[in-house]
């Protein structure tokens, strides 16, 4: 989910090809979200095989790569280690929101309303251990690189960028803003429309793309009050202080400094406390990450992809075969000598 932080940015409007040669650094848990809650049939239900195994996630991932890499962008991919145990009340919570949903779903389908069961379906997707292993069985037979993070796949793929082993985090959330990536490119998606929650009708998206230096300075605060405001508001770590919002934080974290001082001003006994408030700056600002990862690409291994798409779990060959095509480009990138160049 993250911390919503989003009015606060600016946020440039780019295409693709703005993009191009670009190494972008992927969450992986974000987009294995973002499949299995959209890729489902007219009544929610997620796309299966024949021996009823989920296939969103191959679906979404075969085709997003192979817009990227075709667009000549570079991805890298980096899942999810151990997660912190100050996140085990979200955990928790979500797991409940999702078993709530799939009452709902249920019970929707039973009364025929479809829309409404499509829209419930929605939120009991589940990034499971079986999905992350097929995800990077078919990312290792495309030639993709991933990385394994020890801890959130969000502060791994931000130490990436910061260390300059690529040009952006490619992630809806805004947490990367919060471990520090230096940009971060949301709406990495060729559909340029997203559905409109509870409703029949769409927007355009664009992708769109968020520098944090120059956000920082035109807010007037540092990297480390953006995360006491992060605390205020309320994070995957801790649950905030109620009535603060994004802007309300930012001007008393600029009136009181950082979020203790805040803290004193505001008063109340069900806030953070002073060694919460240490822990999560830790987990924002010092993030364990690893630098043992390899960044190549190399070209497709067709048979392969075919045999994890079309012989396990019945995906069309005849239809699987000119999206392969697109892969092509990756000759392109693998002959560039500077990988790491961008600009």
Not at 171 to 188: A, H, T
Not at 310 to 339: G, T, V, Y
Request: proline letters at 4%.
């Amino acid at each position: 989910m993250g911390v919503d932080l989003g009015n606060l940015f600016k946020k440039e409007k780019i295409s693709f090809n703005d993009l191009r040669d670009r190494v972008v650094v992927i969450d992986a848990h974000n987009v294995l979200h973002q499949f299995l809650s959209i890729i489902r049939q007219r009544d929610g239900t997620p796309l299966k095989d024949s021996k009823g195994q989920i296939t969103s996630h191959l679906s979404g991932l075969f085709h997003r790569t192979a817009n990227l890499v075709e667009s000549r962008i570079r991805p890298v991919y980096v899942f999810d280690g151990e997660p912190h145990p100050l996140k085990a009340k979200t955990i928790e919570q979500r797991r409940e929101r999702k078993e709530k949903a799939e009452k709902e779903w249920k019970e929707a389908l039973e009364k025929g309303d479809m829309e409404k069961a499509k829209t419930k379906a929605q939120q009991t997707s589940r990034v499971t251990d079986e999905i992350i292993q097929q995800s990077k069985e078919l990312l290792d037979a495309l030639g993709m690189p991933y990385v394994q993070a020890p801890s959130e796949g969000e502060s791994q793929a931000s130490y990436m960028v910061k260390k300059g082993d690529g040009y952006a985090v490619g992630s809806q959330d805004f947490d990367c803003l919060l471990f520090g990536s230096p940009i971060l490119v949301r709406n990495l998606t060729s559909s340029r429309r997203r559905k409109l929650p509870n409703k029949k009708a769409y927007v355009k998206v664009n992708p769109e793309l968020i520098r944090l230096k120059p956000d920082l300075k035109s807010l007037d605060i540092l990297q480390n009050q953006l995360v006491d405001m992060a605390i205020l508001i309320g994070t995957d770590y801790n649950e905030g202080v109620k009535g603060y919002g994004s802007k309300k934080s930012l001007n008393l974290i600029k009136k009181a400094g950082n979020v203790e001082n805040a803290l004193a001003i505001i008063g109340g006994s069900d806030v953070p406390t002073i060694r919460e408030i240490k822990e999560i700056r830790e987990i924002f600002l010092h993030p364990p990450v690893t630098d043992d990862y390899s960044i190549q690409w190399s070209k497709p291994d067709n048979e392969a992809v075919f045999k994890i798409l079309c012989d396990k779990h019945q995906f069309s060959r005849e239809r699987m075969e000119p999206i392969l095509k697109k892969f092509s480009a990756i000759e392109d990138i693998i002959k560039q000598k500077n990988l790491f160049e961008f600009g």
